[in-house]
């Protein structure tokens, strides 16, 4: 009760102090000796909230970006760009962009979780336990990059098409590449 009065008491400071961030409740917290969910509670019921700034993306960045989906990973892309990940997704996902450009006989590990609705683990289980053959690269990041080619990627869904029968499965994504279509100008 006593730490709610010292948020009371010093608002206006509050308003000052807090700036939309997780770190800026825990200095309020430190400074007024109370518990970060005091603070949270405080700032919601005060409908205390500074959104983050966003940066809007220009027509050149947007350009960048599709020359560089399906050439580089998306860590490496967030990297070059100065994006963080889910700002890079939200602009894909609202413009439609494929995330599959200009690679029509190759697929990366991510590729597969979309398509097959499993973990980016059980696909590297796959490919560990050698039921997929893959390639790794590691010039594009520090980790480095799995590819599947295309002939290996209708050898495994033949092979193993049982792994995925009651999984979130792309049904006419994997009926695509087993017929040969080229799936790049789908949307992601």
Known sequence: MMARNALKNNHDDIVAMYDGTVASKYRIAGKYGCHIGTVNK?????????????????????????????????PWICKRMGRDKNSIHRLVTKRKICMRQERHDWYTAGDLVHLFGVSLDTIYRYI?????????????????????????????????????????????????????????????
Request: hydrophobic residues 35%.
């Open 42 to 74: 405080y700032t919601a019921n005060c409908n205390i909230r500074k959104p983050r700034k966003q940066r809007n993306w220009s027509d050149e960045e947007v350009e960048l970006l599709r020359s560089y989906l399906g050439k580089y990973s998306i």
């Open 128 to 188: 560990k336990d050698n039921k997929l053959k893959a390639e790794r690269y590691s010039d594009v990041d520090a980790r480095g990059v799995y590819y599947i080619t295309h002939s290996n990627l209708v050898e495994f869904i033949r092979k193993y098409i049982s792994l995925f029968m009651y999984k979130k499965v792309d049904i006419v994504g994997i009926v695509d590449i087993l017929a040969g279509i080229d799936t790049s100008d789908r949307p992601a």
